[in-house]
Structures are given as structure tokens and as C-alpha cells.
């Protein structure tokens, strides 16, 4: 164990896990519990009765990893998923129960006694991981798209985290990348986690499915189109099945156009993937690499932009969430 | 006169302007020049013969303006169409005679006698300067787009000119914003600037006569729809007409596209639009922030992101140059 011990909680959709991290990003003690449950009549207000069970779960987390370590812990950090704001506060969370409008910093540094509290985006979270430790290290300028459900995003610039005025950057999953594309749940048609993310790669493959370009992965899905779900096409496509390879070529040339306008846009030296599809990525990481180099302008004239999958897991929101804390501002994290 | 002089040039595709600039951003003289001609044949090589021509130029004019004002002039910047790497070479200039390839740093600043020169891209010069002295001053995340012939863009995150691992942010202009669209001369179809550009306007626009909704542009352009030019909407909706105003409605959704892609990405607290656009996008300012609002994804839990009109006008470039020169270093640039 080596230097300060902060702790680090990655607070999903489903559920909420807890890290306590010394300064080289070593896990000294990891608490896990199932986010508390979606709202029921009279639950429905961030500041009602209902989101006391968030704040309860994450102050319960966050004293079980204090009495497990021989040391002591100043502070927590948060890794939250959506728009998390300069103060703490979750300002829109539509995949967190009981999420919108919740102050985060503030009701949870109450409930621990003044404990330093901070919160910040799940996906930039897991980008400070990843750069202090994992698939980023060592450059100035990187970017992490997480790929789940949806899309989430972190960016690294000239050495800095990039939190926006408002905290809100890195929300990369409703970029708008075909206008008149399938609708999204925001609204919109065409955003980028319509294609790229774990739904997307699903409805690539239903739409292949009942095209009858999928009857091996069709099978396996129990004989029905419409249950196609992205582990069967993984699952195919490592058995090297064809049609499941040419629908995660899709899903690759999706996510190599949006990385691709990223990096139009901030010209990272490296792009990090990392989420529930890394494994599925890099089945074609190849084919990812060579359609994000053609889509980039001026690639001949530039060095590679290498894309590379994620180290650090499913823990990197939570350790990220304890570098962040470990700082002890919003504003700056040293690289590692 | 205040404090320091710096000169910056903004080295167009077809002229060179440059200024003298003290530290408030008041230009003290003025000169401007041609671009050296199209490439012949026999000049084809950036360090060839024929590029000597572009650095002879910026050093008349960077001579003419020292031996204009009484002050001592210690550092030249440069604001270079294209990708201008950490060096200060020319990496891709596609719209620059004799540009790419060329070491404008090593050459000019030998061609000065050792005078300090530092170039970058003229995009991020002009954010600079806006950021500095013009719409954009007093906020620490700011995104600026030129919409001309193609589009620009420069960023400032967290207070920081953001220039990415190679010197390349900003080419924003070739982002796909829809892969089915028309095809750009990048090779690439859909890109950002085959819509919201002076081109993309034209095309628009001329998609639109040869469908009979423009009969009055028609008109202003001679009687032949493949005559229109984005100026002949431009006056046309200035006097009203409706069709025009429609065409401007096409061009300010396409444009909102791209910027509600970039706030989702940046967050920044205000996007300025500069440019030989800019009067023509104010004329339907309030249908392009109806429509950004629209398509920012959480726009009801943010604060509104304004989109404002650049204020310095075609010598943003060449005060933004002079004020990175002033910095001394391409990576830290103080906000005024």
C-alpha cells in the first residue's frame, strides 16, 4: 500500500461498486451492492424519500471500505452516470433511478460527517483511470469512448481533463451521425449509440437476422430473429460464423466513423475502448483501425491514431472516481 | 500603444494579411499581399523553388509592418490554412499553394534572422483572438467555427487552447454528419462542410432552384438555377423573399447538426461563428439556436449554450496569430 487511500465508487444503472485505491491505483478492498431499485408511486422526487436509498447505498459502500483498510480515508470520490454538474449535483440521469436532480456532493458529504466529497461523470471517471493506469498512459492527449448500452465518453487534452463549462462534456453517445437513422430514446434519429453501442450492435443484428443474412446466429438465439441480441453475434463470430463477422463489421465501421470525427476534433494520440462490448471490439479491431484511418482527413499526413481496447475493466469508473477524489478538485488530475 | 508588439499574418489561399498588434489586441498598421500564384510546372516540391515565393512573402510582410511602427518587434505568428503540426511544418494544406510540407517555422524564422516565429492553425488563431478581445472573452470553455469555403474550428477547454498530441485539433469541417450524403472533394461523403459552408450553402441552394423553390434567387443569378450562388440567397433573404429564407432555414439546421455534436462533446459555455458567413447565418440567427437547443441532448438541465456571431471580423486570424507569438509557446495561450 503505498501513499493515501481514497475511496472510488462507480454508481450504475444496476449496481454500485466500491473501491478503496492507494496512489498507484492498487484495489485494496472492493464492496459491491445492487443500485437501489426504480421508483415506485411517491418516490419520484431527487430530493424525496426514494433518492435517500441511493445516498444510503453509497454512504453504507463507503464505510464498509473505511472499516476494512488499516488506514485512513479523507475522502470519496463518484463516478455517476450523466450529466454530473460543477457543484455535484446530477443534473440528468435518465439511467439512474431516482437520478436527476440528485445532490450528490452535498447529501452524501452530510450523511458521512463532512467527509470530502466528490462527484464527476462515470465515463470521465474511467478515462482518468485508464490514463493514469491503464491504456492511456503516458500521453497528452487521449480519448475514451465506454461502450454499453449506450456510448459514454471521457477526454483527456494537452495533459488536462476536459469537464466543460459546465461539466458536461464527453456526452458523445447522442452525436448525430446519420439524420435520418433509426430514432434514439432522446428524440433523435441517428445518434452514434444507435450504431456503435451494445443496442446498436443488437439491432444491426436483428435487422441482418431477418434479412437472412444470420441463420447460424439465429440458432442460437433459440430459432426467433427478433431475439438476436449482440452475445449471440460474439458468440458466432468467434466460431468464425461469416454473416455474425460481417455484422460486427458494421458495428466497427459505426464506431470507426464517430471515433473518427473525435478525433477530427481533438486529435488524441490514442483512442481507448473500453465497456460491455471490448471484447466483441476487438474481434475486429482490425477492421475498426483500417475504416477510422481512411475516414480520418489528412491521414496519410499524420501519425496513427492507435485505437486500443481498455485495461483496467470494470473497475476503471470506480478507480478513476478515487483519482478524482485523491485531486481534490474537479478541475485538474496529474497524469500518473 | 500598449505594452508589447507582435505582428501575425493570416496566410490565406489567396491573400496574406498582416497586423501589428500590441498588447490590448489594438492593430497598429496593416499590410496585405497576394498569395503567391497555383503551383506550375516544376514547383510542385514544398522545399522546392516554388515555395519560396510563400516565404518570401510573409517575410515582406513581416518587414513592411516592423518598419511601420516605432517599437521593436521581437516575434512573427502565422496563421496557415491546414494541418500545422507541433514543429511548425505545414503537414497538409490542401487549399494552400505550395503548402504542404512546408517547414514554415524553420524557413521564415531563418529568413528573419533568428527572429521568434511561431505558427499554427489559422482557425485556433482566430478562437484565440475571439476568446481574447472579441465574442468570446470571460468564459473558459469556448468553440469557434469559420464557415467559409469549408469550415474551421478552434476550442478552448478548462481555460486552455486545445491543439491535440499532433497540433491537429479543430478540422472539424470533415466530420461525417451523414455517410449518405453528397460526396466531398476528402473523399469522404457527408462531411459537415458539404452543408453548413459557403459550399454546402450553394449546393444547397441550387438543389433547391432546380426544384422550382427558388424563382427569385433564379432570377438574381441570371435565369439559371446552376448559376446560384450562396451571395444570391443571401441578398434575397434580405429582402425577404421566402424561398431564400428557406434555404437559410436548410443551411442553419445543418449547421446546428454539427454544433449540438460539438457541445455535446466540449460543453462549452459559447459557440462563436466567424467567417465570410457570419451575416448571412445571423439572418436566421434564431431558427440555428432553436434548432441547437433542440438537438442538445439534455438541453433542459443545461444552461442555455449561446451561439454568437465572431466580432473581429477578417483580422481575427492575423490578431490571434500575433497573440500566440506574443505567448511565446503553442501550448498555453492566458485568456486577456
Not at 126 to 133: K, M, N, P
Request: with cysteine; proline share 3%.
Amino acid at each position: 500500500m503505498a501513499g493515501q487511500v481514497t475511496i472510488g465508487i462507480d454508481m450504475g444503472g444496476t449496481k454500485v461498486l466500491g473501491l478503496a485505491v492507494d496512489d498507484e491505483g492498487v484495489v485494496l478492498s472492493e464492496v459491491r451492492v445492487a443500485t437501489p431499485g426504480r421508483r415506485s408511486a411517491g418516490e419520484n422526487e431527487p430530493d424525496g424519500e426514494g433518492s435517500e436509498l441511493v445516498i444510503e447505498a453509497l454512504a453504507s459502500v463507503t464505510e464498509q471500505l473505511r472499516d476494512s483498510i488499516d488506514a485512513e480515508v479523507t475522502s470519496v470520490g463518484v463516478g455517476a452516470p450523466g450529466l454530473v454538474d460543477n457543484t455535484g449535483v446530477l443534473r440528468f440521469a435518465p439511467n439512474l433511478p431516482r437520478g436527476t436532480g440528485l445532490d450528490v456532493v452535498g447529501r452524501l458529504s452530510t450523511r458521512l460527517g463532512g467527509m470530502r466529497t466528490v462527484v464527476d461523470n462515470d465515463a470521465t471517471c474511467a478515462t482518468v483511470a485508464e490514463w493514469a493506469f491503464g491504456a492511456g498512459t503516458g500521453v497528452t492527449d487521449a480519448v475514451m469512448v465506454t461502450l454499453g448500452t449506450g456510448i459514454g465518453g471521457g477526454i483527456i487534452a494537452g495533459g488536462h481533463v476536459v469537464r466543460g463549462a459546465s461539466g458536461f462534456a464527453g456526452e458523445i453517445g447522442h452525436m448525430v451521425v446519420d439524420p435520418t437513422g433509426p430514432v434514439c430514446p432522446c428524440g433523435k434519429r441517428g445518434c452514434w449509440e444507435r450504431f456503435a453501442s451494445g443496442s446498436g450492435l443488437g439491432r444491426l443484428a436483428r435487422d441482418a437476422a431477418h434479412a437472412g443474412r444470420l441463420d447460424e446466429v439465429v440458432g442460437l438465439a433459440g430459432g426467433d430473429a427478433e431475439s438476436v441480441r449482440g452475445e449471440h453475434v460474439t458468440m458466432a463470430a468467434k466460431a468464425g460464423d461469416a454473416g455474425a463477422l460481417a455484422v460486427l463489421g458494421e458495428l466497427g465501421w459505426w464506431l470507426a466513423l464517430g471515433l473518427s470525427n473525435l478525433a477530427l476534433v481533438l486529435d488524441p494520440a490514442v483512442m481507448v475502448y473500453g465497456g460491455g462490448l471490448v471484447e466483441t471490439v476487438t474481434l475486429v479491431l482490425d477492421k475498426v483501425q483500417a475504416a477510422f484511418d481512411g475516414l480520418l482527413e489528412g491521414h496519410a499526413y499524420r501519425p496513427q491514431v492507435k485505437i486500443v481496447p481498455a485495461l483496467l475493466g470494470e473497475r476503471a469508473g470506480a478507480i478513476g472516481a478515487a483519482l478524482v477524489a485523491r485531486a481534490g478538485d474537479r478541475y485538474r488530475v496529474d497524469a500518473a
